[in-house]
């Protein structure tokens, strides 16, 4: 081989080399900013469904803190009502006790379509006693015989008294749920249905 012909061939790899590594150099370029947009991707996919999971959360909550005051308060008129009546006037707290039936009867709406199974499951009992109690107050309400109202309205009283320990179930559940506690209390037991803590 002459002198001539390896400074040719020398010179076509040499130019080669240049294209190889500028391509090479593109080809590597391209991966890593590939994966810098996937990555990217990733972290933004990320936020959004952390963006969404608080979003939920917050709306969970936001429910069941309007369904534990309008448990609450339905049951607090309630008793306010059959003491009420025990004493002979009522009409006030009839009134209230009818408001916030229907608030309870909102929110309970607006909780079936998100609140957990757990969560509508145990307060189901709650909603059932309640609807008890209501259905006595009313009766009570329309009888004409005050002698026999003080017992009834007792039993009711118990009752109303005995909602208080289902409430606390209900409400561990829910704080459970929205994250204000990493777990659930040793008394909880939702099975137990009227057991205190």
Known sequence: MSGATVSVIVAIVGVIGTLASAVITQVLSQRAETRRSE???RVRLAELRASEDQRKIDQLRACYVQLNADDRNYRDAMLAYAYALKSGTAEAEAAEV???RRAQ???RAEAQLIASDEVLRIE???NAQLTVA???LMEIAGE???SAH???LSQVIELLDSIIAQLSHVRARMRYE???TGELPDWYSPEAGLTTH
Request: charged content about 40%; aromatic content about 4%.
């Open 134 to 136: 209501y259905k006595n």
């Open 98 to 100: 009818g408001s916030a």
């Open 124 to 126: 189901s009992r709650v």
């Open 39 to 41: 990555r990217e991707e």
């Open 144 to 146: 004409s015989d005050l």
């Open 105 to 107: 009867r909102d929110t």
């Open 178 to 180: 929205v994250g204000a």
């Open 150 to 152: 003080q017992v009834r």
